[in-house]
């Protein structure tokens, strides 16, 4: 069985300010990682996903993701909030080499502050 | 990537009717994913649809409740039957990486908004 935990429902951070969103999963084969962005009335984009690559992953919009198999974790980080950031992202989880079924968290919705 | 348009973007239905969403894909894909997002809520699989055989229902999501066709392969449609405000949520199909490739990476529509009143 699979699935994922986002601690902190709700993040607020200053424009200008780092960004991290915490993602921790469990999985008992090696797992596929990703993290959606959700914009206010749009489906979902992914930002990223780790497929047993290289650990630290980069995406879209200057996001990344680190994955430690020791911390069974996938946070995901920015640098820098832009304004343009606040929106719903969701970790998410499938089997590596089975079906294409996600598993979603429960989301963690981002605040950025002028 | 996959270009993928659901129909309607959103409606306001009535207790007890039925509405069926419709999602087309602009390339031939295997499988197709139904999920629900209940209000401020995450993302739950209903039903994996695959063409030619009968959808694949997950835990807690009934056949009659949520019926599914997939009549080829770039099309599918959810119908959610005898609607209750319970059933108000945004339903979003989504197709696997059309690379050939499993990743496990799926590429969502842009949902259909459902208010039952």
């Known amino acids: 069985a699979q699935s994922v935990t986002q601690l902190g429902s709700h993040v607020s951070v200053s424009e200008g300010a780092l960004v991290l969103l915490r993602c921790n999963y469990s999985s008992s084969v090696p797992p596929y990682l990703f993290w959606y962005v959700q914009y206010p009335n749009q489906g979902l984009q992914l930002l990223l996903k780790?497929?047993?690559?290289?650990?630290l992953v980069k995406g879209i919009n200057g996001f990344e993701a680190e994955f430690k198999k020791s911390e069974t974790s996938f946070h995901l980080t920015k640098p820098s909030a832009h304004m343009s950031d606040a929106a719903e992202y969701f970790c998410a989880v499938s089997g590596s080499g089975a079906t294409n079924k996600l598993i979603f968290g429960t989301g963690t919705l981002l605040a950025v502050q002028p | 990537s996959a270009v993928i348009s659901q129909k309607p973007s959103r409606d306001i239905c009535q207790r007890g009717t039925s509405l069926t969403i419709q999602c087309q894909v602009d390339s031939q894909v295997t499988m197709m994913f139904w999920y629900r997002q209940q209000p401020g809520q995450s993302l739950t699989l209903i039903a994996t649809?695959?063409?030619?055989?009968?959808?694949?229902?997950e835990s807690g999501f009934v056949i009659d409740k949520f019926p599914i066709s997939r009549p080829n392969l770039t099309f599918s449609t959810l119908t959610v039957s005898n609607m209750s405000p319970e059933d108000s949520s945004i339903y979003l199909c989504?197709?696997?990486?059309?690379?050939?490739?499993?990743?496990?990476?799926?590429?969502f529509g842009e949902g259909s908004r459902l208010t039952v009143l």
């Open positions: 780790y497929t047993s690559a290289a650990t």
């Open positions: 649809a695959n063409q030619g055989s009968e959808a694949t229902y």
């Open positions: 989504s197709v696997e990486g059309v690379s050939g490739v499993n990743t496990g990476e799926l590429f």
